[in-house]
Structure formats: structure tokens, C-alpha cells
């Protein structure tokens, strides 16, 4: 990647990258090669050190929570750093945990972060769903209302949704995810699983696979509550692949929470 990076860029081909990771291999990387690699990465944690190194672990059992904390630190002096903090149950709990933890860290207002559930739509691996988009933010809201009411009017802990012309790009036609194989793909979660693949790199995307049709086909007005749906701007209808999955849309917020999230942004 870095030689064709090297290649493109004298060339004025302007390249666009994003790395999504846990970090663990980034000591391979050094300083120049991320910066010259990367404009942005997110770094995931799943809640804090207690219970990320129970689900997150080496071959030798020993947790990596320490490593991916490291690696945020060192590459927010190098490029754009997002965390993912993965919520998995019990969001009040973790939501507060977390930001006690930034804020030890000193991480609060240096660093950009989000909170988000696992689903098995979303590609982190969960195949049972326990907790939902609208609970996180429910736990958010409820923290973030804490603090203002303790006098702290800037730490967001999650911004008001703006409005948007669609929730997700895979319905375009140009969304495409590469396999390591050439497989393509449309969804990013699909990836390295041949019976969700659309074609090849050396093939082109078949046109009339069944996973390509569903993908670009599929349409939140469909869903007539989200037709009715006064929110539809700022939720759009939720993940495509969950309705494709489950022949209808998932929520992301209730009205009541959009109505919280104006009050907190004020
Ligand atoms: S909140 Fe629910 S009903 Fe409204 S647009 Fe989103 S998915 Fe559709």
C-alpha cells in the first residue's frame, strides 16, 4: 500500500483513506508511514480495560486494551483519530465508565469518539444483538444531561444528527468493498464471506447477482412508518442490511430523544 501510495501521489491522484482497527499491528507502522498512508483512522475499544480485555485477547489470552490505548495516543499526533467505543450491554454503565476514563486520560476535547452498539449488521462480529442504537443513545443522553446540569455546557457526548440524503451509500450503484481475495462486495460486514460476494476484480460486479439487486434496490420508503416518519431526515431509515434481513427498518432514535438532543445542543 505504501508504494502505491508513493506512486499515485506525485502523479496528483488523490487517494482518500480511512483505516478502521484495533490498532494492535500499528507498531509495524512508523510515524511517516502514517501519515503519508492514512487521512483518518478509527480505533475501536469496547468500553474500558475491565471488559475490552475479556473479549479482545492475543492467542496467549492476554488482553490488548493497553496496546490500542497506546496507539491512539501516538497516531492523534499524526493524523485524524476517531474511537469506537463498542457497547455491548449495560450502556449506562458503560457510557459513564468511559468518560470517567477520558477524562483520567486527559482525552476529553483532544480526541473525537462515539459510542455505538454491537449488531450483527454492523460487522463487529456479535451474531446475538443485546442491546439497541436507541438505548446507547439513551445512555448518552442521560450523561450528557447529567453534566450540564453539574455546569459543564461542552463536553458532547453525542452531537445532534444532521440531516442527510441517505443513511448509508450501499445503495449506489459505485458502493463497492474489496476482499482481501478480490472478491467484491457490497456491504462492508459481507467481506471474506464468498456467498455474500457480487463479483471479482477481474470480473466486474455482476449486475444481476441477488446480493447486488438487493443492495441497490432497497428503499426505506417501503417501510410506510418510515414514510409517516417525522425523523426520517436526521435516521433515514436505519441500516439497509437489517431491512433487507429482517423485511423491515430499525429505528436509531425515538422523537422524545431527538427533542433531548436540540435541548442539549442549545
Ligand atoms: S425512526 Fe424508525 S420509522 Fe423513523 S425513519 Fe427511522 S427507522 Fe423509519
Known amino acids: 500500500m505504501i508504494e502505491r501510495v508513493s506512486f499515485a501521489v506525485p502523479k496528483g491522484i488523490q487517494i482518500n483513506s480511512h483505516l478502521l482497527s484495533n490498532g494492535v499491528k500499528l507498531p509495524h507502522l512508523s510515524d511517516l508511514d502514517i501519515k503519508t498512508l492514512f487521512n483518518s483512522m478509527q480505533l475501536t475499544l469496547d468500553g474500558i480495560e475491565e471488559f475490552h480485555d475479556t473479549v479482545r485477547m492475543r492467542h496467549d489470552g492476554t488482553g490488548t486494551f493497553a496496546a490500542t490505548l497506546e496507539q491512539i495516543k501516538r497516531c492523534s499526533k499524526l493524523t485524524k483519530v476517531l474511537i469506537r467505543f463498542n457497547v455491548h450491554s449495560d ?15 486527559n482525552l476529553i476535547g483532544k480526541i473525537n469518539f462515539y459510542f455505538s452498539p454491537i449488531t450483527e449488521e454492523n460487522g463487529s462480529g456479535c451474531q446475538y444483538e443485546c442491546i439497541s442504537h436507541v438505548e446507547v443513545v439513551d445512555a448518552c443522553l442521560k450523561e450528557q444531561e447529567r453534566l450540564r446540569q453539574a455546569g459543564d455546557l461542552s463536553t458532547k457526548i453525542y452531537s445532534l444528527p444532521l440531516p442527510k440524503c441517505r443513511e448509508c451509500s450501499v445503495d449506489l450503484d459505485s458502493h463497492i468493498v474489496i476482499g482481501e481475495d478480490g472478491t467484491l462486495f457490497k456491504c462492508f460486514p459481507d467481506a471474506g464471506r464468498p456467498e455474500f ?18 443492495y441497490c434496490d432497497d428503499d426505506p420508503f417501503k417501510d410506510s412508518r418510515c414514510r409517516n416518519c417525522s425523523i426520517f431526515p436526521v435516521c433515514g431509515g436505519g441500516c439497509p442490511k437489517y431491512r433487507i434481513n429482517y423485511k423491515e427498518s430499525k429505528c436509531k432514535y425515538t422523537i422524545e430523544q431527538i427533542r433531548r438532543l436540540v435541548l442539549c445542543s442549545l
Open 91 to 105: 450502556s449506562d454503565t458503560v457510557v459513564v465508565k468511559v468518560m470517567n476514563f477520558l477524562r483520567e486520560q
Open 197 to 214: 460476494g457480487v463479483g471479482h476484480i477481474y470480473t466486474g460486479i455482476d449486475k444481476t447477482s441477488l446480493h447486488d439487486r438487493a
